[in-house]
């Protein structure tokens, strides 16, 4: 189980010297099985080892993080004080604030922060073999990305749960607080944007994946009037009618794929991005407990079962990864998932999994208002991104089970497969790998898909990779087609959840920024301003689906690296602001916790985004792609990836715009991280601590959990 | 632990992780607040719910 790497509960032991012979018996044999597993990674060497050394180690790695690094930034670094009222405490109103049970509030940040980002991650970075994946993900957690996520939490926790934008406004300047107010906009637009695209090329010319994710629709339609008019409240009860019946749902797609309604399902990948668009401007003006909130309900229980079979699969098949342990893309950064060496395109790439900076904003949202003790950041900050990790070593897993050659024939831009099995074969032998156009055949035959080849953007390998696993422990090979279309239907689900709350999102960030100019529109009642303003923002995401989708050169390829840029870009501003507070605190000493990730975070982007730029290697930058296809339409000729004049003209604008707005990033990231070094050097300076907008210490009068023993069913109920 | 208990804690958990314990959380606070008014019913609650979530948008992560 992913939670299986806590200890039974967020509970501290009272200040002790030293630690029990028993306990330290007991870390010590956690810290040797990690190794072990860490030790059977680094020393195997061709030959194939089973995954779960790679689950041992992540666990392990898990274990010994949580119980000790993360204890101590909770004690010296933020000083958390449990006779210190929480703002669920000081504030409880009963909607907004109120103090949640630990345990609760973990599931409930935890469904707010996994989302697709750390499934398909990992699998485009398994181009570079399994190990600096799972270095990564395991190390980049434990040192950048879960202590992100707590120290945001703290912080926002200790100013009564303001936003990260907030906070940046008011601690340091109205410039850094206005760039990164544009910034999450902007990053929040090519998010939505690429999880949309994944979800096309995972239902583009499948009848029984767009049955069955279209089926979503009226299903979270009835689960909302159920809910509303039949039994209100029983959400517990609708959700499991609702799960019941996207099971039915699956199982129908199947039927459908044989049936002659089977073509009225195949659907263009060009038509998909106009449903999809459609769909998240309706879905944004409806009330939200039409859609909205029922699909909520439903991807969130799909989301916590599938991750559990996920672990199980993963433990009881133990299957063998067939992916090398380091390919030679990772030197070379000649691949063709996407290009650029390990550093720093690999760190880009996994993003979500290792560390998210949009987990800050989750942070920085409903959480903070809900804690009921100040101790607990770490289980629901620390251990909730820890969990997350754990589905991005899985993710990776699924990938690396799956054969090489299988993994390009599926991954790599349609331009370089060519449009059969056999010139998909060949085009993998060149890479350096072997699949037979009848082994490729088959493997779609197994999954019931017309095609594997050229299915990019992670889900369908992710779903192969799925169906692989818990075929081998569920069902049999003969259950391999529904484990596949399970797995699609979960990550669409996932996938769309995503796009509907953000476009809503987005669209109150965009009515309040619009509200300065023209008040009227910043009114959240007035209907056309809610059209007028969802409309932009599912045209903006729309723009760069399209973009992507009929890119002759492989969406995915030209837009991830943008999406991966863009989040760890956010994951600077959150550690930038993160440790500007800790210094203004007068904690300079203790700076280097969020400093040293966030120097290497800046590192990452800031290389990867100008390499994005300005490198004069067309495979890598925009700008010089753009150049070269510019080059070649003056003189008249037509380069590969295209196939006629239209297809030239469009590569050149998409590399214009992704340059662009690449470029645009880079600035309004840097111009928050001059503001913040400003005022970290006013700080240091200071004879006295610059004000901070802490709110000040009022005395609990709520009992910590640990100091009476509640059973979990004691809570009422 | 028993069947039964678990059974119990599960429904719990569920229930809590859903909101919707959060009608009986919000009619015993009122009851405390306001003990001579009505307890709004089930039904009244979920459209404040709705409004107030209407209002809240939550944003969902990569």
């Given at each position: 189980m992913p939670t299986s790497a806590m200890p039974e509960s967020g509970r501290e032991v009272p200040e002790k010297?030293?630690?029990?012979?028993?306990?330290l018996a007991i870390w010590i044999a956690v810290a040797l099985v990690g190794a072990i597993g860490w030790a059977v990674l680094a020393l195997s060497r061709g030959e194939e080892i089973s995954a779960v050394w790679l689950v041992v180690a992540a666990l392990g790695?898990?274990?010994?993080?949580?119980?000790?690094?993360?204890?101590?930034?909770?004690?010296?670094?933020?000083?958390?004080?449990?006779?210190?009222?929480?703002?669920?405490?000081?504030?409880?109103?009963?909607?907004?604030?109120?103090?949640?049970?630990?345990?609760?509030?973990?599931g409930h940040h935890f469904a707010a922060i996994a989302g697709a980002g750390p499934l398909v991650g990992p699998v485009l970075a398994a181009q570079m073999g399994y190990l600096p994946g799972t270095v990564w993900i395991i190390v980049g957690v434990i040192f950048a990305?879960?202590?992100?996520?707590?120290?945001?939490?703290?912080?926002?926790?200790?100013?009564?749960?303001?936003?990260?934008?907030?906070?940046?406004?008011?601690?340091?300047?109205?410039?850094?607080?206005?760039?990164?107010?544009?910034?999450?906009?902007?990053?929040?637009?090519?998010?939505?944007?690429?999880?949309?695209?994944?979800?096309?090329?995972?239902?583009a010319e499948s009848a029984w994946g767009t049955f069955s994710v279209t089926m979503t629709i009226p299903i979270a339609l009835f689960m909302g009037f159920y809910l509303r008019y039949l039994r209100p409240g029983r959400v517990v009860e609708t959700s499991f009618i609702g799960v019941a019946l996207l099971l039915l749902a699956i199982l129908g797609g199947g039927w459908i794929q044989d049936s002659?309604?089977?073509?009225?399902?195949?659907?263009?990948?060009?038509?998909?991005?106009?449903?999809?668009?459609?769909?998240?401007?309706?879905?944004?003006?409806?009330?939200?407990?039409?859609?909205?909130?029922?699909?909520?309900?439903?991807?969130?229980?799909?989301?916590?079962?599938?991750?559990?079979?996920?672990?199980?699969?993963?433990?009881?098949?133990?299957?063998?990864?067939?992916?090398?342990?380091?390919?030679e893309f990772a030197s070379t950064g000649t691949g063709p998932v996407f290009a650029g060496s390990l550093f720093p395109f690999l760190f880009i790439t996994i993003a979500c999994g290792a560390l998210s900076g949009f987990h800050a904003l989750v942070s920085s949202g409903t959480t903070p208002k809900l804690i009921q003790k100040e101790s607990q950041v770490r289980l629901i900050g620390y251990g909730s991104m820890l969990t997350e990790s754990f589905v991005a070593v899985m993710a990776l897993i699924a990938a690396c089970v799956l054969e090489p050659g299988l993994y390009y024939a599926m991954n790599s831009p349609a331009a370089l497969l060519g449009p059969t099995v056999e010139s998909a074969s060949e085009a993998v032998r060149n890479l350096g790998f072997t699949i037979?156009?009848?082994?490729?055949?088959?493997?779609?035959?197994?999954?019931?898909?017309?095609?594997?080849?050229?299915?990019?953007?992670?889900?369908?390998?992710?779903?192969?990779?799925?169906?692989?696993?818990f075929a081998g422990v569920f069902g049999g090979a003969g259950m391999k087609a529904f484990w596949y279309h399970f797995a699609i239907m979960f990550e669409a689900l996932f996938i769309l959840?995503?796009?509907?709350?953000?476009?809503?999102?987005?669209?109150?960030?965009?009515?309040?920024?619009?509200?300065?100019?023209?008040?009227?529109?910043?009114?959240?009642?007035?209907?056309?301003g809610i059209?007028?303003?969802?409309?932009?923002?599912?045209?903006?995401?729309?723009?760069?689906?399209?973009?992507?989708?009929?890119?002759?050169?492989?969406?995915?390829k030209q837009l991830f690296p943008l999406f991966g840029i863009a989040n760890q870009l956010l994951a600077a501003v959150a550690l930038a602001v993160t440790t500007t507070l800790l210094i203004k605190h007068g904690k300079l000493r203790w700076a280097w916790v969020t400093g040293i990730p966030l120097a290497w975070d800046v590192a990452v982007t800031f290389t990867a985004g100008?390499?994005?730029?300005?490198?004069?290697?067309?495979?890598?930058?925009?700008?010089?792609?753009?150049?070269?296809?510019?080059?070649?339409?003056?003189?008249?000729?037509?380069l590969p990836g295209a196939t006629n004049m239209d297809d030239m003209h469009t590569i050149v604008l998409n590399n214009t715009v992704d340059g662009v707005i690449m470029a645009i990033f880079l600035l309004l990231v840097l111009t928050v991280l001059i503001n913040c070094a400003v005022v970290c050097v006013r700080a240091v300076r200071s004879p006295v601590p610059l004000p901070t907008t802490e709110a000040p210490y009022v005395e609990s009068r709520i009992d910590a959990p640990e100091q009476s023993d509640e059973p979990l069913v004691g809570a009422k109920s | 632990m028993s069947l039964r208990r678990w059974a119990r804690a599960v429904r719990w958990y569920l229930r809590e992780l859903t909101g919707e314990a959060e009608y009986d959380r919000y009619c015993e606070r009122h009851r405390r607040h306001h003990p001579q008014a009505p307890v709004p019913t089930r039904r009244e609650y979920d459209t404040l719910r709705t409004l107030h979530r209407e209002e809240h948008p939550q944003g969902r992560c990569c």
């Open positions: 010297s030293r630690m029990s012979p028993k306990s790695s898990y274990a010994i993080a949580y119980r000790f690094y993360s204890r101590f930034i909770a004690r010296r670094v933020l000083q958390v004080d449990d006779t210190r009222a929480t703002p669920a405490e000081r504030l409880e109103d009963g909607v907004d604030f109120h103090p949640t049970d630990r345990r609760v509030l973990f990305g879960a202590v992100q996520d707590m120290i945001v939490l703290f912080l926002s926790m200790r100013r009564d749960g303001k936003s990260l934008g907030q906070m940046a406004r008011d601690e340091i300047g109205r410039v850094g607080g206005a760039a990164a107010l544009i910034g999450v906009f902007a990053i929040m637009i090519i998010l939505l944007a690429v999880l949309a695209m994944v979800v096309v090329n995972a239902l002659s309604l089977a073509e009225y399902f195949v659907w263009s990948p060009e038509t998909l991005v106009f449903c999809l668009v459609g769909y998240g401007f309706v879905a944004s003006v409806l009330p939200v407990w039409m859609l909205l909130a029922p699909r909520d309900y439903l991807s969130t229980f799909m989301k916590v079962g599938t991750i559990a079979l996920m672990a199980v699969g993963v433990v009881v098949a133990a299957p063998t990864l067939k992916a090398e342990s380091v390919t037979t156009p009848d082994q490729l055949t088959a493997a779609a035959k197994a999954v019931e898909e017309q095609t594997l080849v050229g299915r990019s953007g992670g889900a369908p390998t992710l779903a192969v990779g799925m169906a692989e696993i959840t995503t796009v509907d709350a953000g476009t809503r999102v987005g669209r109150f960030m965009l009515q309040d920024m619009l509200g300065n100019v023209w008040k009227p529109i910043g009114r959240v009642t007035w209907k056309p059209w007028i303003t969802s409309a932009l923002v599912v045209g903006a995401w729309g723009y760069f689906l399209y973009a992507g989708v009929t890119d002759p050169l492989g969406g995915i100008w390499q994005k730029v300005f490198s004069d290697n067309p495979a890598i930058g925009f700008f010089a792609l753009r150049d070269k296809y510019a080059a070649a339409i003056d003189k008249g000729e037509l | -």
